[in-house]
């Protein structure tokens, strides 16, 4: 079997000790955070997500932007250059442009490495939904699939990765102009949390309205037991902004219904952040649908 790296990037939200004990390449992620750059490194390394998240609490905006070509190729060339090939998996081309980076990457490297594969996937996941995609690419490679086996089996996994999660409030949602004014108000004010998924396509969905925080959460959880694949216990992901509490909570109630395999729990990194806010709670599974 060829070798090949798997290469993604840093929506994945993985911890930086899986990526690097996997050898995983992670491509961070531009933002900015009150007007100031930054990478999204997996390790912190530019800012702590706990200072990130406390900013957000005390008011500052945060922008992000997708990877370029330019950003990829400067990442795949030198593995392609060692004499590997590239299993490249991107951030969901429903919320990001970052995928069609990826293919307009492989596209000009690909002319010049003509005898490298480089096989990409917009993995249709963002967060940890991403980061359990990463997952399984990593477990079908330790299995010894080469690289075209891994991608046939990551295409048939897509449309089961279930991406369950809900938010603290709609001030973040609001001022990225995802929600009016008035409906961040009265969900507020009625202490009304929303319950959102990411659907086949890979776009964010809100699939139901409940009253309190911890029925949000429990909600969650109903989802996972109502459609989670039970033939074997399975690695769950769990990613929190900020409230690691509620993240522990959720993975109690999950351990009462089902039996899983591990619990990856993780903090949401300031990409997906920028996006969710503080307080926002994602839970990851593979599930008869999305």
């Known amino acids: 079997m060829r070798d090949y790296v798997i290469i993604t990037d840093s929506t994945t939200d993985l911890p930086d000790s899986f990526v690097k004990e996997n050898q995983v390449e992670v491509i961070p992620m ?87 594969k480089i096989v990409i996937i917009d993995s249709l996941c963002a967060s940890l939904g991403e980061g359990l995609f990463v997952y399984y690419a990593v477990e079908n490679k330790k299995k010894g699939l080469d690289i075209e086996e891994n991608y046939k089996m990551l295409l048939e996994l897509r449309p089961h990765l279930c991406h369950w999660f809900t938010v603290r409030d709609l001030e973040t949602l609001r001022r990225g ?26 776009h964010l969905v809100a699939m139901k309205k409940v009253f309190g925080r911890k029925r949000s959460l429990l909600a969650l959880v109903g989802k996972l037991e109502e459609t989670i694949n039970k033939d074997e216990p399975q690695m769950i992901m769990i990613g929190h902004g900020a409230c690691l509490e509620d993240a522990e909570f959720v993975a109690r109630e999950v351990k009462k219904r089902v039996e899983v395999k591990d619990i990856l729990i993780n903090c949401i990194g300031p990409v997906i952040g920028a996006h969710s806010g503080p307080g926002t709670l994602a839970l990851f599974f593979v599930g008869s649908k999305r």
């Not at 706990?50 to 005390?58: G, K, L, M, N, P």
């Not at 995802?178 to 929303?194: E, G, H, M, Q």
Request: aromatic share 10%; hydrophobic share 35%.
């Open 177 to 202: 102009g995802r929600v009016s004014n008035a409906a961040a108000f009265v969900a507020d004010t009625l202490n009304i949390k929303p319950v959102l998924h990411v659907d086949d396509a890979g």
């Open 30 to 116: 531009q933002f900015s955070l009150d007007g100031k750059e930054y990478r999204n490194y997996l390790d912190e390394r530019e800012l702590k997500n706990s200072e990130f998240y406390q900013a957000e609490i005390d008011g500052k905006i945060a922008k992000t932007a997708q990877l370029t070509m330019y950003d990829i190729i400067n990442v795949y060339r030198p593995y392609l250059e060692k004499g590997l090939d590239i299993l490249g998996i991107g951030f969901s081309s429903g919320l990001s442009g970052t995928y069609n980076s990826m293919r307009l990457a492989c596209e000009e490297l690909q002319e010049e490495f003509k005898e490298r």
